[in-house]
């Protein structure tokens, strides 16, 4: 018997790691990928791919991906498969009962950046519209809350101004709080070519960690951790007194300039070299760059907005852009980075507790006006959810009875693992729904849904330079697994006929029956039904996208937001007119005061521990964790010291060390690491139960949380090292 030729077959679609977002061609033959390689054509990569994106096809097929809905049984955790109308209806009647007797507030879900934009739309409208809670926050709270509250506290909305090709235009780039080679690594061979081709570009590079980053550095700024206020306040009073600043854009542009001038007075040179243990000759070579080139662009990421302060570090970073007009041109701009593939789609369709889509807001009334009647319904509830470490605290509270949670690890990547074990332990119901069964949180969940992941369904995701890419499926998903979107969709069905047979009443008058609503309000067939409802809500607005279709997508290739009616393309930079989206058309100067960090240093606890990321790993691993040649750098877990600390605790390479902190204690292998400042240590984010069982490094960080963006502080804990000896 002759067997068939492999087909060999070709799918378009954008690596899921960083969002960087780049593109990727799918080489499969219809049931398998076999290969993958950088799409040239893409505009963020040209057919580049970094080692976790070059390695996508091995990570796909694995034993541990969720091929139909399980249920564990708590006392033994054995798991059983159950058909999908089985597990619909299960949670269907949970949450019913839930919504009857404590109210729709006592219900959650808690969603991730890594969903497309459809997943993220669909969902909210679910929480939002349909159910009427609040409290759905998102992963990408963990990594890009704070730059939101940034944009919006200084420029009026959520809206990225800059472009990637800004990298390559740049006369200077100040990289603050970024490990771009290892978080970002495509953006870095950009930057790096940028640097071999025009040496006179100056790069500043500001990190407590000396990281690769810095390796292109002129000027590198090790400051003491959580000091990043003080450090771009000081810069600013520096350019004052030189006259760097631009005196035409501050009158014409911006408001509340008097009021930081007066307060930047105090962040004297000297102050600020000694708060942030750095040189004073060193600050002053920063400022100067940045006041005298004629373009400066400022890249950030968790370094900035993993913090209790993250908010003011993002606004005192964007008030230097605003005082020297460097925004809106090429080259210039403050230029947060996300983390997640999609974390900008979450935030465009409103995937945040206290958002709603089209960057509207849970707390203004108009908005909430404007969505109710888009979605087909009375209201929306006014009060803004839970942000995820609350929502986790609520759970354990028994406030919120039961958590949805899509797509992501919060045992593992959740600040104080133990409280968010505590609450899914007391929680009633835990729904996980995933693509991978072997997961730190599916040990804590009583159900399981099984979601298509990538390459295995079509999806829009928009990348840190608000470009949105389309993703073509190529190969079926196992089992019974399906895109999250459809799920949420059934969902709201059985939900309906649940609420209907418990005769919970309706909110109004609008619709027969619980039931009649959902069928109305997710009569979704595909993701384009879902994109051209998502589109009319951008209508208008600064993210309007109703002039984009998937057919542009893919002629004219992924395009950046906005892009109207009747545009011919995507806008590369914002603002470029001097205009911004507040009330009086200006930039708003903000001028917080410098607050240090959220748990300081001690006696007890006497070193300052960091957490991040490796170059070769993504979050908690479910993916990069198959590859076997992506542990070739870092094969486990690792706690860098510097040889100070180190000699003085008497650590050597390779010995175990007890890491405790007041929430808890674990043994990582030490790495004697003189790129970190005497006093620092850090341990990387990734490794969970699978990898490295005692050294799950988020049981030590605190849940101490930004008070405007509830962004938690991962970036430092107060900790105590001690050998580990074992007999
Ligand atoms: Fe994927 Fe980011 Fe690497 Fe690009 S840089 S291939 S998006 S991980």
């Known amino acids: ?399 919120i009875a039961s958590i949805w949670i899509s797509c992501t690890n919060p045992v593992l990547s959740m600040p104080e693992q133990q409280q968010v074990q505590r609450a899914l332990q007391r929680a009633r119901l835990v729904i996980l729904q995933d693509s991978y069964l072997d997961t730190e949180t599916a040990d804590y969940s009583d159900l399981l849904l099984p979601a298509a992941s990538w390459g295995e369904r079509e999806a829009l995701v928009t990348n840190s330079e608000r470009r949105i890419s389309h993703l073509h499926p190529a190969v079926p998903a196992p089992g019974t697994a399906r895109p999250d979107w459809m799920i949420y969709r059934d969902f709201a069905y059985v939900l309906g006929a649940a609420l209907d047979q418990i005769q919970h009443p309706l909110p109004d008058q609008l619709d027969d029956s619980w039931y009649a609503r959902a069928r109305r309000m997710f009569d979704f067939s595909d993701t384009v039904s879902i994109f051209r409802e998502y589109q009319q809500c951008t209508r208008g607005r600064d993210l309007d996208i109703s002039g984009l279709d998937f057919g542009i997508l893919d002629s004219q290739g992924p395009q950046q937001w906005p892009f109207p009616a009747g545009a011919q393309s995507g806008q590369s930079r914002l603002y470029s007119d001097g205009i911004f989206p507040t009330p009086s058309g200006r930039a708003r100067f903000r001028a917080p005061e410098f607050m240090g960090v959220a748990e300081e240093i001690d006696a007890q606890y006497p070193l300052r521990l960091t957490t991040g990321r490796l170059r070769d790993q993504w979050h908690s691993m479910s993916r990069t964790g198959k590859v076997a040649a992506l542990f070739a750098s870092d094969e486990e877990a690792f706690l860098e010291i510097h040889p100070e600390d180190a000699q003085r605790l008497k650590l050597k390479n390779a010995d175990l060390a007890w890491v405790s902190s007041r929430r808890g204690r674990n043994v990582l292998r030490v790495r004697v690491q003189k790129d970190l400042q005497p006093g620092l240590v850090f341990a990387p984010m990734h490794f969970g139960r699978r990898f490295a069982p005692a050294a799950l490094c988020n049981q030590l960080t605190l849940p101490a949380i930004d008070p405007v963006s509830g962004e938690p502080e991962f970036k430092h804990s107060a900790v105590r090292i001690e050998a580990a000896l074992f007999p």
């Not at 089985?86 to 009962?97: F, N, P, R, V, Y």
């Not at 839930?98 to 507030?105: C, L």
């Not at 006369?171 to 970024?178: D, M, Q, S």
């Open 1 to 399: 018997q002759q067997s068939m030729p492999l087909q060999r077959l070709e799918s378009k679609s954008v690596c899921p790691y960083c969002g960087t977002g780049c593109g990727v061609i799918i080489e499969h033959d219809g049931q398998q990928i076999t290969g993958v390689r950088g799409d040239p054509d893409h505009p963020a990569n040209f057919g580049q791919l970094c080692s976790k994106g070059s390695t996508l096809h091995l990570s796909c097929h694995g034993d541990d991906r969720a091929r139909e809905p399980l249920r564990r049984d708590r006392s033994d955790g054995h798991w059983t498969a159950l058909s999908w109308s089985e597990a619909l209806a299960q949670m269907a009647s949970t949450w019913a009962e839930i919504i009857h007797r404590q109210g729709p507030q006592a219900v959650a879900l808690y969603v991730s950046g890594q969903l497309p934009t459809e997943d993220y739309y669909v969902a909210n409208k679910l929480a939002k519209g349909f159910i009427g809670s609040n409290h759905i926050d998102t992963n990408s709270r963990l990594c890009m809350a704070s730059a939101v509250s940034g944009y919006k506290s200084s420029l009026g909305m959520d809206s990225v101004p800059c472009a990637y090709e800004d990298l390559e235009e740049t006369h200077c780039l100040f990289i603050v709080g970024a490990n771009v080679a290892y978080a970002h690594p495509i953006l870095f061979r950009r930057i790096e070519a940028a640097k071999l081709r025009r040496p006179e570009l100056k790069i500043i590079v500001a990190d407590p960690r000396r990281t690769p980053t810095a390796s292109l550095a002129d000027i590198y700024l090790p400051l003491q951790p959580g000091t990043d206020v003080a450090l771009f306040h000081g810069m600013l009073h520096i350019l004052i007194w030189e006259d760097l600043i631009d005196r035409k854009f501050i009158a014409e542009h911006t408001e509340g300039w008097d009021a930081l001038k007066a307060q930047v007075q105090h962040y004297t040179p000297r102050w600020v070299a000694e708060t942030c243990h750095i040189a004073i000759n060193d600050l002053r070579a920063a400022a100067q760059a940045f006041g005298a080139a004629p373009s400066v662009l400022s890249l950030w990421c968790q370094g900035l907005n993993q913090s209790s302060h993250g908010t003011d570090k993002n606004v005192s970073l964007i008030n230097l852009h605003l005082a020297t007009g460097q925004i809106g041109r090429p080259g210039a701009g403050p230029f947060s980075l996300t983390g997640q593939p999609n974390a900008m789609g979450g935030r465009e369709t409103g995937g945040m507790p206290a958002l709603l889509p089209g960057h509207r807001e849970v707390a203004n009334p108009e908005h909430r006006t404007e969505m109710a009647a888009l979605w087909g319904i009375s209201s929306i509830h006014p009060q803004p959810g839970y942000t995820a470490v609350p929502l986790f605290q609520a759970v354990e509270r028994g406030e």
